[in-house]
């Protein structure tokens, strides 16, 4: 259900291309990357590039002279949800001197990107809705 809302967000997208704009596209275009590399499987390397090209998108946004402050709180609270997921998981890896955490504290870890996760989508769904 909830891949249906995003893809009839996006026809939106295209279909009306006059009430978007080109700033507003790209950052959603870069949260929408994230989240089907989340979807379809991705390492966390390509994740942190992901996550570091949506912060590009969002400041560049952001200085734009037509910033809609709606879309930009829902878009910057999705991307704070990707960049704590992506500490969570850096978090699971060994760590210099400490070696690997146990396994509860992994699984953990998993819960909370999984919460983080859902929360960018909702983030992100709230991010279309205010266009």
Same mark, same amino acid.
């Given at each position: 259900?909830?891949?249906?809302?995003? =893809?009839?967000?996006?026809?939106?997208?295209?279909?009306?291309?006059?009430? &978007?704009?080109?700033?507003?596209?790209?950052? $959603?275009? #870069? $949260?929408?990357?994230?989240?089907?590399?989340?979807? #379809?499987?991705?390492?966390?390397?390509? *994740?942190?590039?992901?996550?570091?090209?949506?912060? &590009?998108?969002?400041? =560049? *946004?952001? /200085?734009?002279?037509?910033?809609?402050?709606?879309? @930009?709180?829902? #878009?910057?609270?999705? *991307?704070?949800?990707?960049?704590?997921? /992506?500490?969570?998981?850096? $978090?699971?890896?060994? %760590?210099? !001197? @400490? !070696? #690997?955490?146990?396994?509860? =504290?992994?699984? %953990?870890?998993?819960?909370?990107?999984?919460?983080?996760?859902?929360?960018?989508?909702?983030? $992100?769904? %709230?991010?279309?809705?205010?266009?």
């Amino acid at each position: 259900m909830r891949k249906l809302a995003s =893809i009839s967000m996006l026809v939106v997208l295209v279909a009306v291309p006059s009430l &978007v704009t080109a700033g507003e596209k790209d950052v $959603l275009k #870069a $949260l929408e990357r994230i989240k089907g590399a989340v979807e #379809a499987g991705v390492n966390l390397e390509r *994740y942190s590039e992901l996550v570091a090209d949506a912060k &590009v998108e969002l400041n =560049i *946004y952001e /200085r734009s002279k037509e910033v809609n402050e709606d879309f @930009l709180k829902e #878009a910057e609270l999705c *991307y704070e949800d990707y960049q704590q997921a /992506r500490k969570a998981w850096s $978090l699971k890896l060994p %760590q210099p !001197g @400490l !070696g #690997a955490p146990p396994l509860a =504290i992994k699984v %953990q870890l998993d819960d909370k990107m999984q919460e983080l996760w859902k929360s960018a989508a909702d983030h $992100l769904e %709230q991010a279309y809705k205010a266009l």
